[in-house]
């Protein structure tokens, strides 16, 4: 076990951690100040990846694949606020929850019909292909490189818009009291609506993102909506901050756990069993993260609300 | 009059009656949502395409989703086999569906055609008379694939699989005929889209190949990540981590790549190229090996179903069993366990024009078996 490899699974682990954020961020936000469970957030995440790729083979430019992807979200997000979801601020989580469950099924199916079933092709920038040569001798993907930077400018933005602008105050306000903020007059509406768009945003911009090494196809957001949950669960409902700890957490203890597991269980196991025992153990290891987090804080490590 | 009108009614139901008796039901089950939708549209188009192309109109098929999930396809067989009354089930794409679905299928005497799918306990101890694998059983293109690399001077090789029963068979028929060392052996999510943590452990790894096995997404996502990452070994595997579908996605950085199949469009093969044109006409695209075997699939299905009723189970059996069709893969018989027996070819991943696809590059083994007919009795 060389250091070189331990480094370069650690910026694996962040690196899947960053983009986990981007999705977590948004349905955290959306979940804390209107208190609305979105499902279809996976879908946004596959909105935009479809626009960056549809984009990119039209243009052949990966930059407005990205604006496309942010703006196509954005787009989706604010019709279905419009549509749906604002019929669903008042109901109880059971009703959101079907509501948003048929519209993963709509977006799935709208897009298998315009786009086919098979995955479309949206490649990386030439300028972030090939890997860069690290301190220490590591060989390091230069996309996956920018990744990490670039999620992490998307957090530090984010930080700056909630504390230091008029709407993050906004935002902050709606997420301790509801009722009093549009008391003192701010257009609740307006403000739901911009905060849902903001979060779909998030996601497609993720989708983009990943979506460039990965596949793009359809039923892509499920799995990562379902690791979105665990990391808003674990870093505290309604928190950003929780999100990107979540999600850093997350995203190390899954791949560190995917490889040194079986290596861990193989120092006193045949190897065939400890590849096993490990493999089955890692794919665990972050609902057992999650456990733990809420046994010892209950509301996830930044929550405020039970 | 009225005596007319009734005759005649009675002559057209009659009519009806003696037409339902002959006509046979085919339910498909197939994947049609999801990550591996590819592979079933594919199975489900090849085997529509032979069904019109051998004019017969007394065959009906009802095709269903199982969304790659096993709860699912058993629901939907038991729906097929109950309600729908259907002959003969086919479609299925993954193995461990096929383990969820076939054997209760047979069991109730009903005809299971496997287009894709061939896990070893099907092939095996817990094969059936019933059930007949026109496509190919899971060690076979890796048996070949072992082999070729042994002959090719392969020392090292670093295995990839997902962690279900066929990426399980695939790597025990890497193993069986490959004289080399395994460094490591590595199993993964079914599903799994990022592989940077398992690439990171090829580029630490000894080995001078990597050979995976990777169908439909899954393939896609790790072989765009691998080529951005600076791991500079050459990579191969069984044609389903380089079918069509999949190239088209990862576009050149596959080119050179070298994998095992049982077909290609390129293959020379009696209405291969028929085949290849005429499903590139209906549907726009180029065939996947997933296309050739529904495509073969229908095939048998309609040379079994001109010799015998399927009401009649041990004639429409005897009739299968026969495969008296031309498949698109030149010689094709069936083996004592259903199993095929066939020619498995090394391809190489190649640019043509503005397309990637696959091309022959010879016979990696001939007229080749699988390994668990010895267990079969039946």
New interface residues.
Partial sequence: M?T??II??LL?GL??GVMLFLMAAGLTLIFGVMGLINLAHGSLYMIGAFCAAAAAGLTGSFALGLVAALAGAAIAGVLVELIVIRRLYDKDHLDQVLATFALILIF?EGT?WIFG?????L??PAAL???VALPGGI??????LALIVAGLIVAAGLFLLISRTRIGIQIRAGENDREMIAALGVDIDRLYTFVFALGAALAGLAGAL?G?????????GE?VLILAFVVIVIGGIGSVKGALIGAVLVGLTD?LG??FLPQLFALFMD??AA??TG?SLA?MSIYVLMALVLIWRPTGLFGARA | MKFAKTLALTAALGALASGAAAEMKIGMITTLSGGGAGLGIDVRDGFMLAIEQSGRDDIEVVIEDDQRKPDIAVQLADKMVQSEKVDVLTGIIWSNLAMAVVPAVTAQGKFYLSPNAGPSALAGKGCHPNYFNVSWQNDAFNEAAGTWASENGIGKVFLMAPNYPAGKDMIAGFKRFFKGDVTEEVYTKLGQTDYAAEIAQIKASEADLVYYFLPGGMGISFMKQYAGSGAEKSVMGPAFSFDQGILGAIGEAALGVKNTSHWSKDLDAPGNADFVASFQEKYGRLPSLYAAQGFDTGLLLASAAGKADVADADAFRAALKEADFQSVRGDFAFGANNHPIQNIYMREVVKEGDVVTNKVLGVAATDHTDAYGGDCKM
């Fill in positions: 060389s070189i490899l370069e699974q694996n690196q899947f799935s298998r079933s098979f995955p479309l092709f490649d990386i292909s090939g890997p060989q390091y993907p230069a996309y996956r990943v460039a090494i990965q596949s793009v196809q359809v039923g892509m799995p791949t995917k490889i190897p065939a590849n096993q493999a794919s």
